[in-house]
């Protein structure tokens, strides 16, 4: 089987607790390869002497561009390839595809893939810029931090360079979907109209990035292709999707919670964002491990 290696880009929202706890400042060591030799993909985005251009916002952002390119401009709701470099003022490296042995990841720009001010700072790039970002706490992981990977209130510097856009590899009644990575041995575990499905998933909105996470849990969501709860936008985008499928999956108001929202987690005509990974479908992977 193909060795899945799951794309949950941004890896500090994954280690992110509630409250605040004592913080370990101890240097984390250096696993980029063996002798601490820069990857092919960070040579990319090591600084350059020439600044050819810089701006300030008021928000406390700013941003330097090594490179700046005629290419089109960052679409919020469009998914990316970036490679990317997230530091502390003291230089320490938290954050950066290369933690996951990627050149690039996909990124879903304006739906807190990473932080605020990331997003914030995406609008005004293009595809094939290079950048360092300059991102104040109050836009980065705030008052909170992130116990032991992030002080309370630290600024974070972001180098970043932004690759193609990647486009939907199909779209439903509005309903978009990117497989990111597949199987091709699953031609027998396909989602049909009547399959039982688990996924491991983060779902979320603009307003409220991630709002639940089933590998918090532990478990997987585990659902019925015609259960009557589950959302029309999530069912048209999960058929004919295979067993180990990663996708991200945009599903417009209409086809999620529409002008009612969900509680007080999904506002009304919001928009719906999942990161998914497909972990069983109709008990194929407990004959595979039977197996």
Known sequence: MKNLKYLALGLLITACTNGVEKVDNTQAPDTRNPGNQLSEAEKLIEPKKQIVDKKSFPNGIRIQWFEKTDGAPIKEGSVYEINFKTKLQN??????????????????????????????????????????????????????????????????????????????????????????????????????????VAIHYFVGTKSNPRYDNSYQRNTPFAFGMKDYSLIPGLRKAMMDMKMYDKLYILVPAKEAYGSRGYVDLVKPNEDLFYDIIVMDVDGKSVQQNEN
Do not use: C
């Open 91 to 196: 230089g320490e490296v938290v954050d950066g595809n290369y933690k996951l042995q990627r050149d690039m990841l996909p990124f879903l720009a304006g739906y807190g893939m990473q932080t605020q001010g990331f997003d914030l700072a995406m609008k005004e790039l293009h595809e094939g810029d290079f950048v360092e970002i300059f991102i104040p706490g109050k836009l980065a992981r705030g008052k909170k931090g992130i116990p032991g990977i992030i002080p309370p209130n630290a600024p974070n510097i972001v180098m970043l360079r932004i690759g193609k856009e990647i486009k939907p590899t199909k779209v439903v009644n509005g309903v978009k979907v990117w497989k990111l990575e597949e199987n091709p041995e699953m031609t027998d575990a396909k989602i049909g109209e009547n399959s039982n």
